[in-house]
C-alpha cells in the first residue's frame, strides 16, 4: 500500500483546486448554455424579432473586438507567468473526474429518455437503441472497465445522434467526440500507441469543446437569435438594462452573447491562454446559474447541470492540467 506525503503546499493546491471545482460544478455558462432546452422552438409560436444584417454596424463593432480578442490571445500567449505542475496524485484525480462525471451525465440523461443532453428526446426504434448504447457507455465509464471500447462506442452514439436529429445538431455537442478520443488516446490496451497518442488527448478535448462553443454561438445566439431572444423574454438574464442601460436591448443581449461564444471557442481551438479562456467560461457559468436560482427556476439550473457535467470536468482539466502543446496555433510560429 502506497502512501504519500502531502506538503502543506499541497494542501493549499488541493483547498484550491476543490474549491474551483465547486464554482464550475454550481453552474452552467451562458456560452454553453443550450436555449432549446428552455424554448420549445417546434411547438411554440415565437414572435418576429428582430435580426441583424451583416452590414449592421453591431455586428461589424463585435467583429473588431474579436479579431482584437483573438491576436490578443496569440499575443500573451506564452509571456502570462506559467502555472506549476501539481502533483501527480492530483493531476490523476482530475482526469478521473471527467470519467465519472462523464458517466453519470449519460447515466442519467439515458434515465431520462434523452440522448446527451436533456433537450434531445430520443425518437423511434433507433432512439430507443441510442438509449441503450448511452446507457451502457454510462456504466462502462463510471465502472472504469473497457474504456478504450466506452470511447469507440461513444463516437457511434454521436454519429446516431447525427442520423436522428441532423448535422447541426451533432456538431453542437462535437465535445463527445473529444472526449471519446480522450479516453481513447489515455486508454488503449496497446501500450506503444498510448504512449504516442496520449500527450494529444488534452488537445483534442480542446480542440473539440471550442467546434462545440463556436457552433453553439453561431446556431442558437447568431443565426438562430429568434430562440435566444425568446429565451431572453422569458429569463431575465439582460443584466445590462438590470444596469440601467436600456439602449442595450435583448436582441443586442442575444448577439454579444453569440459572439462571445464565438470568440472563446475560436480561442480554445487556436490553444492559446487556454486557462485564462476557461476561467472566463466559468465565471459565466457561475453568473448565468445564479441567475435561474434567483428567478427560483432550481429544475432548470439542475437540468442544465446534469447535461454539463462532462463539461465541468473540462473545464477543471483545462484550468489545472493545462490545454495540451502539441496542436496550437503559436507552434507554426516557432
Request: hydrophobic fraction near 55%; proline fraction near 3%; charged fraction near 10%.
Amino acid at each position: 500500500m502506497k502512501h504519500y506525503n502531502i506538503s502543506h503546499l499541497g494542501l493549499v493546491r488541493t483547498a484550491v483546486a476543490f474549491l474551483v471545482f465547486i464554482l464550475v460544478s454550481m453552474s452552467a455558462t451562458t456560452g454553453f448554455a443550450h436555449v432549446r432546452w428552455f424554448v420549445d422552438a417546434d411547438n411554440a409560436i415565437l414572435p418576429n424579432y428582430p435580426i441583424y444584417a451583416l452590414n449592421d454596424i453591431e455586428i461589424i463593432i463585435w467583429v473588431v473586438i474579436g479579431l482584437v480578442l483573438i491576436g490578443a490571445s496569440i499575443f500573451l500567449d506564452g509571456k502570462l507567468p506559467k502555472v506549476p505542475i501539481i502533483p501527480t496524485k492530483i493531476r490523476h484525480d482530475i482526469l478521473e473526474s471527467l470519467r465519472i462525471f462523464a458517466g453519470m451525465s449519460f447515466l442519467l440523461t439515458a434515465y431520462s429518455g434523452a440522448l446527451i443532453a436533456p433537450h434531445m428526446q430520443a425518437i423511434g426504434g433507433l432512439g430507443t437503441t441510442l438509449l441503450f448504447l448511452q446507457a451502457l457507455i454510462g456504466i462502462m465509464l463510471i465502472s472504469n472497465n473497457f474504456i478504450h471500447y466506452a470511447a469507440g462506442m461513444l463516437v457511434a452514439l454521436w454519429l446516431g445522434v447525427m442520423v436522428q436529429f441532423g448535422f447541426l445538431f451533432a456538431l453542437e455537442y462535437s465535445n463527445v467526440v473529444g472526449i471519446a478520443l480522450f479516453f481513447l488516446f489515455n486508454y488503449m490496451p496497446n501500450k506503444q500507441l498510448r504512449e504516442r497518442y496520449k500527450p494529444y488527448s488534452v488537445d483534442v478535448l480542446r480542440i473539440f469543446t471550442g467546434i462545440a462553443l463556436v457552433t453553439l454561438g453561431v446556431t442558437e445566439k447568431l443565426y438562430g437569435s429568434d430562440l435566444g431572444q425568446a429565451f431572453i423574454a422569458k429569463y431575465p438574464w439582460n443584466f445590462m438594462q438590470m444596469l440601467g442601460v436600456e439602449s442595450f436591448t435583448n436582441q443586442l443581449f442575444v448577439l454579444s452573447a453569440g459572439m462571445m461564444e464565438v470568440i472563446l471557442g475560436t480561442i480554445l481551438i487556436l490553444g492559446t491562454t487556454t486557462r485564462l479562456n476557461t476561467l472566463v467560461i466559468s465565471i459565466f457559468m457561475l453568473l448565468s446559474n445564479t441567475v435561474f436560482l434567483l428567478v427560483n427556476q432550481n429544475d432548470n439550473a439542475l437540468l442544465e447541470l446534469v447535461g454539463h457535467m462532462p463539461i465541468i470536468a473540462t473545464a477543471v482539466i483545462f484550468l489545472f492540467l493545462g490545454y495540451g502543446r502539441r496542436l496550437k496555433i503559436t507552434n507554426l510560429f516557432k
